[in-house]
């Protein structure tokens, strides 16, 4: 079964590898391989992150980097798909990801659209991840599988965050990928004391004591803190600190 | 019962969008006396422009709107970060692909009374349920919003308390909190036990609706 297939095939932290893989990204041709890699990690049949309105860089066209058949994309561009595609549509108007399956196909227009891209092995599901960016930017994520049905929902429920996290990691990483913004390290004044008690080798649990802030405070800052460090883990995140200076010991 | 209603599909729900609008003027404007912007009775703001998804607590029997809430990716635009800084240290902010903001959670007068021996109201209970089952479908982590120490009781009393973070200010005639709400299978069934909700509180047809949008 597919669920089954995939937890044998996928190690534990396949998230955490995968965002450390993404974020190490600095040219545009190594977004491709990595969604090669996503879509390795994780058994589906596709991937593909389309970006709009960054900067410069998409005023002609959307930025697009695709896993889909060369059949499949050539297809798309010379039926003007980018024009009917219901996907396009439907994520610019909602913030939730999007089902293919909930599209309405008594329109024979979209029927005839999902007919081909099943035949050109797009995949028999999809999801499709809207990310906002601060600026106007925007993406459009999808992820694809050839699943039964109960497999699927069982797929989505399990993995939905891992995609919506991998959506903005891969935007972040296009974006920085194209100058369009600077990776940044600068923590702010809670999360430097935590991550300096952290690196004196207190617990969340004594860190939470030492500031007088919730044990889930800790952790919230801890992932903001690996999230602006692009890290994997806390001591991973303490060893970067470090190696660019950034732990001040809180005053 | 919670109705979807995607920010793009407003002018489609007009009548529930405009009673909406119309309680978050009483509330925010005449109750909390926060300066927002009221027009003609209805009280709007930019974020309502930015395309945000709405829960909007629709009574069964009058069909009537009774309440609702707002949410808005944090990855975007939203208030914490762009309106409430200050409820947060320097530097520090919320952004995350899996924390989504609520905000101008609210419902009309009367709605936020709870039947005898409840602790909360039914229109409360479902806006937050709501939020948890929406967050879950989106694959959040947590929820985060600014509210009043009244909200902070009622979360606590609904099975899903805040984790305040930064600091409480006092903003209009009350104080102010930044609070992180978890999402998970586990903070559901206890939102479920402590309000005696059973089963889903989200409308089905609005929900396939807004799925495909």
Same mark, same amino acid.
């Given at each position: 079964m597919y669920i089954k297939r995939l937890n044998t095939?996928?190690?534990?932290?396949?998230?955490?590898?995968?965002?450390?893989? $993404?974020?190490?990204?600095?040219?545009?041709?190594?977004?491709?391989?990595?969604l090669n890699e996503m879509?390795?990690?994780?058994?589906?049949?596709?991937?593909?992150?389309?970006?709009?309105?960054m900067g410069t860089l998409t005023q002609a066209e959307p930025y697009a980097s695709v896993t889909y058949s060369e059949e499949w994309i050539n297809q798309y561009r010379e039926k003007s798909y980018l024009e009917i595609d219901?996907?396009?549509?439907? #994520?610019?108007?909602s913030i939730l990801p999007i089902d293919w399956q909930s599209f309405d196909i008594s329109n024979q227009k979209v029927r005839r659209f999902f007919n081909e891209a099943k035949d050109a092995g797009v995949g028999r599901?999809?999801?499709?991840?809207?990310?906002?960016?601060?600026?106007?930017?925007?993406?459009?994520?999808?992820?694809?599988?050839?699943?039964?049905?109960?497999?699927?929902?069982?797929?989505?429920?399990?993995?939905?965050?891992?995609?919506?996290?991998?959506? $903005? *990691?891969?935007?972040?990483? #296009? &974006?920085?990928?194209?100058?369009?913004?600077?990776?940044?390290?600068? &923590?702010?004044?809670?999360?430097?004391? $935590? &991550?300096?008690?952290?690196?004196?080798?207190?617990?969340?649990?004594?860190?939470? &004591?030492?500031?007088?802030?919730?044990?889930?405070? #800790?952790?919230? *800052?801890?992932?903001?803190?690996?999230?602006?460090l692009n890290c994997t883990n806390v001591t991973h995140a303490v060893a970067k600190a470090i190696y660019y200076n950034l732990i001040k010991p809180p005053r | 019962m919670i109705f979807l209603v995607n920010g793009s599909e407003r002018d489609q729900y007009s009548y529930y969008m405009n009673s909406m609008h119309r309680i978050r003027a009483a509330v925010f404007h005449d109750r909390l006396q926060w300066e927002v912007k009221v027009e003609r009775g209805q009280e709007k703001d930019r974020f309502d422009e930015l395309n945000p998804l709405y829960l909007l607590s629709l009574d069964e029997e009058s069909g009537r709107i009774r309440g609702s809430a707002r949410l808005l990716p944090t990855t975007g635009p939203n208030m914490l970060r762009d309106v409430f800084p200050s409820l947060l240290p320097e530097d520090e902010f919320v952004e995350s692909a899996s924390i989504w903001e609520s905000s101008r959670f609210s419902m009309e007068p009367g709605a936020e009374t709870p039947l005898p021996g409840q602790l909360i109201s039914?229109?409360?209970?479902?806006?937050?349920?709501?939020?948890?089952?929406?967050?879950?479908?989106?694959?959040?982590t947590d929820v985060v919003s600014v509210f009043d120490a009244r909200m902070v009781r009622i979360m606590r009393a609904s099975g899903s308390p805040a984790t305040i973070i930064g600091k409480p200010q006092r903003i209009g005639a009350f104080m102010t909190y930044a609070g992180l709400f978890?999402?998970?299978?586990?903070?559901? /069934?206890?939102?479920?036990? /402590?309000?005696?909700?059973?089963?889903?509180v989200l409308e089905p047809q609005s929900v396939s609706r807004c799925l495909a949008a």
């Open positions: 095939n996928l190690e534990e932290d396949a998230l955490l590898t995968m965002i450390d893989r $993404v974020d190490t990204i600095r040219k545009n041709n190594e977004i491709n391989s990595a879509k390795e990690k994780y058994s589906l049949k596709n991937a593909a992150y389309i970006g709009y309105n219901p996907v396009l549509q439907a #994520v610019q108007k599901n999809g999801i499709s991840i809207p990310v906002r960016g601060r600026t106007g930017d925007s993406a459009i994520f999808s992820i694809t599988a050839n699943a039964k049905d109960n497999d699927w929902f069982q797929f989505k429920r399990q993995f939905m965050r891992d995609f919506q996290v991998l959506a $903005v *990691h891969f935007h972040q990483s #296009v &974006l920085i990928s194209n100058n369009v913004i600077q990776p940044k390290f600068k &923590l702010s004044h809670r999360e430097n004391e $935590v &991550l300096y008690w952290t690196a004196c080798g207190k617990t969340g649990e004594e860190s939470a &004591l030492i500031l007088g802030i919730s044990k889930r405070g #800790v952790r919230f *800052h801890i992932y903001n803190i690996m999230h602006k | 039914q229109v409360t209970a479902e806006l937050i349920a709501g939020i948890c089952e929406v967050g879950l479908i989106a694959g959040l978890e999402v998970s299978d586990a903070a559901l /069934a206890n939102i479920r036990r /402590a309000t005696g909700l059973e089963g889903s």
